[in-house]
């Protein structure tokens, strides 16, 4: 039942291979059978996040952490998506945007997953014309007051330790940057977003700061822009990592249905659908496999979201149709994977924001208003 078709073995180093063994291992026995009670009761595994420092997954090669990130999502994307949260957006910001001064103080413990944190970019009224973002901040004597901000659709915001929250500077011509907000000093709320129906394990929040003030040194320097070229990169991983899962427990499934006498996998239709979905899996597999050995531009990261993403809703609605009645429950896994490749569609930039990215690119026009 593998779902590596064309046997790609990614040029993986015996180290490499050890971590991604351990991720498969604990995403099977430890996340796998408890999955489906936290998406139906809209929670996340907190318990699993002290152990996810012993997997040794922080400070990869953008390869091995496009794979960790596929292992996690064809067990479950909203434990992928924390991942790419914590790992990608909150420590990648840092990385890149800090002093050693402020490397040194936030990211040991966040490597260690005993401080989580949060990247707070997209408002209310504020999605893809982030350029419109109405958060702001200003700088006074003895350092920078949030004066208002609102954050919605905020991926472990109601568990964070520490929020990346981004705004409109004042002092610097309003141009939009990262402030740390690691003391919830002043006027901060955070409010769960409810009635989810897609990566419902992942935890979204509505943030709300005003008058919030933090020190002079919890100014980030540098571009939302350069921090998300790798995560939607890494939801392309992921994306790909969903429709592994949702192939594999659909052929596992109709090679145990009966009808008519005999498996459904039998049948000519049946067998259709399922080359199908083997043949979106191993498109996105190799994609993301060229992406991962080199160094990729935001066009390419933004070709490979787009491409990745659309094809996983194909993925999951053929895979949902093999089931039939049975899958329209959560307890055949499939209906979990159907909802949560919504939410990859459209988190990160939407497809169509991207295919404007990638036309851009290529046409050298762009067709943004």
Same mark, same amino acid.
């Given at each position: ?24 291992? @604990? ?11 936290? %998406?139906?009761?809209? &929670? @996340? ?35 992928? +998506? ?32 005993? +401080?989580?944190?949060?990247?707070? #970019?997209?408002?209310? $009224? ?13 700088? $006074? ?11 919605? %659709? ?56 005003? $008058? ?15 921090? #998300?070229?790798? *995560?939607?990169?890494?939801?392309? %991983? ?9 192939? =594999? ?26 080359? &199908? ?21 935001? /066009?390419?990261?933004?070709?490979? &979201?787009?491409?990745? +993403? ?7 609605? %053929?895979? !949902? ?14 209906? !979990?994977?159907?909802?949560? /490749? ?5 988190? =990160?930039? *939407? ?16 067709? @943004?208003?």
């Amino acid at each position: 039942m593998s779902s590596n078709f064309y046997e790609l073995g990614y040029n993986l180093t015996d180290v490499d291979i050890q971590i991604l063994l351990r991720v498969r291992k @604990f995403m099977e026995k430890i996340v796998a059978p408890e999955i489906n009670y936290y %998406w139906i009761n809209d &929670k @996340f595994p907190r318990y699993i996040i002290p152990r996810l420092k012993y997997l040794d997954i922080i400070d990869k090669s953008p390869l091995l952490t496009g794979l960790i990130t596929m292992e996690m999502a064809r067990i479950d994307p909203s434990i992928a +998506t924390f991942y790419t949260i914590h790992n990608g957006l909150v420590i990648g910001t840092i990385e890149k945007m800090g002093t050693e001064e402020q490397k040194k103080k936030w990211l040991p413990s966040l490597k260690r997953f005993e +401080t989580i944190g949060c990247f707070a #970019l997209t408002e209310p $009224d504020v999605g893809s014309g982030i350029n419109d973002m109405r958060s702001f901040a200003s700088r $006074d004597e003895y350092g920078w007051t949030i004066v208002h901000a609102e954050k919605k %659709w905020i991926g472990c915001a109601t568990f964070a330790d520490i929020f990346l929250i981004w705004a409109c500077n004042q002092a610097n011509d309003w141009k939009i940057e990262c402030f740390i907000v690691d003391d919830k000093t002043g006027d901060f709320r955070i409010e769960k977003i409810e009635n989810k129906f897609g990566l419902r394990v992942c935890q979204n929040g509505l943030i709300v700061c005003n $008058d919030v003030k933090i020190p002079k040194e919890n100014k980030l320097n540098g571009s939302f822009k350069d921090v #998300l070229r790798m *995560t939607r990169y890494l939801v392309g %991983w992921e994306a790909t990592g969903l429709q592994m899962g949702a192939y =594999e427990h659909t052929l596992k499934y109709a090679k145990e249905r009966e009808q008519f006498g005999k498996p459904i996998a039998s049948f000519q239709l049946i067998q259709e659908l399922l080359a &199908k979905m083997l043949g979106n899996v191993t498109a996105c597999q190799c994609m993301m496999y060229q992406l991962g050995r080199i160094e990729f531009t935001d /066009a390419q990261a933004a070709l490979a &979201k787009a491409f990745c +993403t659309s094809k996983a809703r194909e993925t999951v609605a %053929w895979g !949902r149709e093999i089931f039939g009645g049975n899958g329209m429950s959560i307890d055949y896994n499939i209906g !979990r994977f159907f909802c949560d /490749a919504e939410a990859l569609y459209s988190y =990160e930039g *939407t497809y169509q924001m991207q295919n404007l990215i990638v036309g851009k690119h290529i046409t050298g026009l762009s067709a @943004f208003v």
